[in-house]
């Protein structure tokens, strides 16, 4: 089930078209201090924004995998991505998976210590975290 509700709609900024909702997925990590290359979406169809509680979700027509080149990592979008932002971290992150090894594992957080760190983190739900530069994730 979706957790984008009638209600969270009717209290968000929902914009379509892709171009549009990639530059506004851009601008909104780089509001929250966080590498702007983290969302890289393709075909999006839907982008919606609720700014009282940082709740961000996208929509795109299929499932994109993006590698990373200057770190070598796969990472999976779903069709539908969400979570949650506050100043330099990305929360209760649903729709995103990276591949360890040979197996795809979700990410449930992203975060930087502060603005001027050049250092990513990225948690699972075990609580097991790896540490990136943040340069690797810039557009």
Known sequence: ?????PEIRACA???TGNDVCKEKAKA??????????LLPVEDVEELGYVKETGFLWVKQKKDIVHKFEKVGKQVSYATEITSYFEKCKIKKLAGVKSKELMIWISLTEIFVEDPTSDKVTMKTPTGISKTFPKAAFEA
């Open 13 to 15: 900024e929902i914009l």
């Open 28 to 37: 909104l990590l780089r509001e929250y201090c966080l590498p702007d290359g």
């Open 1 to 5: 089930m979706s957790p984008i509700t």
